[in-house]
């Protein structure tokens, strides 16, 4: 009689188990969509030299963003992990962005580091949409 009570005891705690493993996955504590770091500057020099892109300087006219919005978003930014492609080949990308800009802008950059260059790929303000035709 004990060894079955201790059965069923036993298979309502792995039911349980199971139940809550599931639940907690799915619901609510998923890992936040934006998960920050703020060590970009070891990866990415804020002196450095920059390439744009041609897509990022259609962004940038058509977003009024200057090579100095650029600039002050590397100094002062971070990156934002989920945006990124740290493990691109041949060049990763790093989505660096600035909580509030000067004038109260929030921006994203997206830069990719290769080898003996750093090129900005694409500039986002978060907050605006615009109907930019960079193709």
């Not at 770091?37 to 002196?47: C, E, F, G, R």
């Not at 492609?85 to 997206?110: F, M, S, W």
Request: glycine letters at 2%; aromatic letters at 6%.
């Amino acid at each position: 009689m004990k060894s079955d009570n201790y059965k069923a005891i036993l298979v309502v705690v792995l039911l349980a188990t199971v139940l809550f493993a599931r639940l907690y996955k799915g619901q609510g504590h998923r890992q936040p969509e934006t998960s920050y770091s703020a060590d970009h500057q070891s990866v990415i020099d804020p002196n450095a030299s920059l390439i744009y892109t041609r897509h990022a300087r259609c962004r940038m006219d058509c977003r009024h963003i200057s090579e100095e919005d650029i600039r002050e978003v590397l100094r002062e930014g971070h990156i934002n992990e989920a945006k990124s492609q740290q493990n691109e080949t041949p060049c990763p990308t790093y989505a660096i962005e600035e909580d509030r800009h000067k004038d109260g802008v929030r921006l994203r950059i997206v830069f990719a580091k290769c080898d003996h260059e750093t090129k900005v790929v694409t500039c986002i303000d978060r907050d605006h949409e615009y109907d930019c035709d960079c193709k």
